[in-house]
């Protein structure tokens, strides 16, 4: 028990456990493997978890595939075996729903699932689903393809062929999320510009002018659903300093925060967007020069610590920025998820992390998207067009729209 010197004051003390209790990840699963394995007439998927989940699994056709719904989870799977044999064309993956997400596994012939079931974590080895299918006639899967297994409620609406574009989806209504004079702040900056350009391409073509009509582009889709407020940290050719990109979000009080770039590297095969979030080792770091006291005030939304101790101080200050990276992580997650089932080029390893000085912002879940490769003659020529520019913009607001009604 610490003596009455050390004892913290009672409001000080129901602070710290209201903090701990609600900066958790916001989204705590992962996937961490995905397995196939052929095992006489059939075909026996797992999928490793880092806990225990509800899920369900069904089979649905044009094309023939098995869907797997979970929650929502960080896909942690480095790879995917589609060897020939195993009966798998490929897997996808990703937002179904705000709360839910999907693996979708094209299937080579008609099959249905025979057994579906869980494994308990034990001996240290991870939680896992198992679901043994096998190859059926088109008259079998047809009888049969609408039974679900699993422990998720039944069948809804949630289960049509996965993944539609999102011009497809009719839009929420502009107050389903928040309402009229609450919408949430987003604030889009297009990386580089004035004297410093970025990346160059080919055809003389500027990172600083892709990046520049990418935020307009998207600050007019954002804008046009009538569910946000948008505002850039740059609309013209200007050069601004990277804390003063935070610092304009940060004063508009933003609710969001997105840096888009066009990368470039020696390599021009290289080419798919990417999405950086806030490395824990830059977070460590920027918590403790956060934790100053001429910062505190604002860096936990408005608390003023100047009366308080120094490592509650501290304590309460790197609580808000694990919160507000969980978020981000949770948001470049379905970044890419939207992107791949969308058609959208990403690297293997899509979301990445990185100590980006615009990713700072202690309070405003933050991220930096690398829309494509400079350096990739392709690449940079599909960023300079209005067409392909809109393909992004819908992705991520798309993804915006399922982050915004998950956190509400």
Known sequence: MLSPAFRLPAT?????FLIAAFARPVQALDVNSLRVGVQGDKTRLVIELSEPAKFRTFMLDGPVRLVVDL???NWQVKSIPTEKGRGIKQVRQGPLQP???????????????????????TNGQRHKIVIDFKPST??????????VYGNMSARTETAKPAFKAPADQPPPSSTQYFPQAKRPLI??????GGDDPGALGSQGLREKNITLAMAKDLKAKLEGTGRYRVQLTRSTDVFIRLSERVAIARRANADMFISLHADSISRPSVHGASIYTLSERASDAETEKLAARENRADAIAGLNLDTQDEDVANILVDLAMRDTMNQSKFFANNVVGIFRSNGIDTLDIAHRFAGFAVLKAPDIPSVLIETGYMSN?????AL?????????AT??????????????
Do not use: N, W
């Open 395 to 408: 992705a991520i607001t798309r993804s915006i729209d399922i982050y915004f009604a998950t956190v509400k």
């Open 71 to 73: 929650p929502t989870y």
């Open 12 to 16: 000080v003390c129901l602070f710290v």
């Open 187 to 192: 604030v889009v900056d297009a990386g580089h």
């Open 384 to 392: 300079s067009t209005p067409e392909y520019r809109d393909r992004l």
């Open 138 to 147: 088109q008259s079998e899967f047809m009888k049969g393809k609408a039974k």
């Open 99 to 121: 709360g839910m997400s999907r693996v979708v596994i094209d299937l080579e012939k008609p099959s249905l699932v025979h057994a579906a079931f869980v494994i308990p974590a």
């Open 377 to 381: 003659d392709r690449e940079a020529q």
